[in-house]
């Protein structure tokens, strides 16, 4: 896990988006956020905040099922083929909207609503 975790903060201190892939009652349910944002919350290889603006099907689908997915990538980490590498974070999340950790993002993001809390279980490399 020592190399994945590398990559990973290799990649959270230069991605410009990050995808995120919740289970749907009608399938997967896609949305994304931007690098900066969650460089501003100072990810760690544990857990990764995002400001929450919307969301409100990712918080009802992970009501049901806290299961998710995120993609990261940047040209800017060196992969195993050359410039550029990505990967997949599996884990699980909430989008917390009272407490210390929302009080922290509705400060950096007065528009947001809370921080959506994602707690890694793998990375997995890709590229």
Known sequence: MAREREILLALLATTEFVAMVTNGADGPHVVGNWGEYVRTLNPTAETIVLPAGGYHQ????????????????????????GRGQGCVIDGTA???????????????FPWARGGLV??????????
């Not at 918080?59 to 992969?79: C, F, H, T």
């Not at 994602?118 to 590229?127: A, D």
Request: hydrophobic fraction near 40%; avoid cysteine; glycine fraction near 4%.
């Open 58 to 81: 990712t918080e009802a689908n992970l009501a049901r099922d806290p299961r998710i997915k995120l993609l990261i990538a940047s040209r800017q980490v060196q992969g195993s083929r």
């Open 94 to 108: 909430e989008l917390v909207t009272a407490g210390p950790m929302a009080d922290q993002v509705t400060r950096a």
């Open 118 to 127: 994602v707690t890694i279980r793998t990375v997995t490399p890709q590229l």
